[in-house]
């Protein structure tokens, strides 16, 4: 049975999109002890350890050999980058400023997207993208303030090359994909990023030893579903118009956020159900509304 494009977006990017949610809850208990590289560089090392027993590499690598370099150099642009620019973003303004920033990236891959000739949205669609980014806005707006020190220059820049290299990295790994398998793509992508941040991670000297057990299990955690959400990030792709499966990502700070209020007993106020209805609102828009690329 052949599953509807939309649906498809639904199920790859909405599992991603949880997936962000929750990972960026579980790195906050990790990343004291744990740098920023060496933990890009565990979630996607041990997410592509995960997926290389299931990659069907006999079948498979005939079809990634000719793009392999190119799958590579996306997943170190999508993997390393993408995050590297967005920790570097949180330094100088709060992470709900930067979430929202970011949460612009189905509009940049639109926006490439159409450069490109690889979609023609629909005015449900573009809608869609539009309501899903006000939803991120009035979920998380009453957080977004600048403090003391903060640089809304320097984190804006940093948060929207994060937007324009996920967005690029989006439209141009749905072109090469063109049949070939999601997990042996995602493999390829995630050892690239893996391969890349290993000589900065051992730069920055993290002590192993001090990891605990409970620290290795939230890095198994998180590579595991980052395996899991990546692959169906990349199905998706194969499947509907990369600027659909963006939007998804706009679950990942609803979820972030619904976390906080059910673990640590954060406050959700009035503003933040307006966002969520939003979201939801955009993403059915998005599904709906949707066009066959170009």
Not at 266 to 291: Q, S
Request: glycine share 12%; net charge positive.
């Amino acid at each position: 049975m052949t599953l509807p494009p939309a649906l498809i977006a639904l199920l790859g990017g909405g599992l991603a999109g949880i997936t962000v949610g929750v990972t960026t809850v579980i790195s906050r208990e990790v990343v004291t002890v744990v740098d920023p590289a060496s933990l890009t560089l565990a979630r996607y090392g041990l997410a592509c350890l995960l997926l290389l027993p299931f990659a069907g590499w006999r079948v498979a690598w005939p079809q990634v050999r000719p793009v392999a370099p190119r799958v590579a150099l996306i997943g170190v642009f999508q993997f390393g980058v993408l995050v590297g620019l967005l920790n570097l973003a949180v330094v100088y303004i709060p992470s709900a400023l930067a979430t929202i920033l970011f949460s612009t990236i189905p509009v940049a891959t639109l926006l490439v997207a159409v450069l490109l000739g690889q979609e023609r949205p629909t005015r449900l669609h573009l809608a869609g993208i539009v309501l899903t980014v006000a939803g991120v806005v009035a979920a998380l707006g009453d957080r977004a303030g600048l403090g003391p020190g903060d640089s809304l220059l320097f984190g804006a820049l940093a948060t929207f090359g994060s937007v324009l290299t996920g967005a690029v990295c989006n439209v141009t790994f749905r072109k090469i994909m063109a049949g070939r398998p999601p997990i042996a793509m995602t493999a390829v992508a995630m050892a690239g990023a893996a391969v890349a941040l290993t000589p900065l991670s051992v730069w920055q000297a993290p002590e192993v030893s001090a990891y605990t057990a409970e620290i290795w299990i939230f890095l198994g955690i998180i590579g595991g579903m980052s395996a899991v959400a990546f692959s169906g990030w990349v199905w998706a792709l194969k499947h509907a118009e990369a600027s659909a499966v963006a939007s998804w990502l706009a679950i990942g700070p609803i979820v972030a956020a619904l976390l906080d209020r059910f673990v640590l007993g954060v406050t959700l106020g009035p503003m933040f159900a307006l966002g969520l209805a939003l979201v939801v609102a955009g993403l059915v828009a998005v599904t709906r509304g949707g066009r066959k690329s170009a």
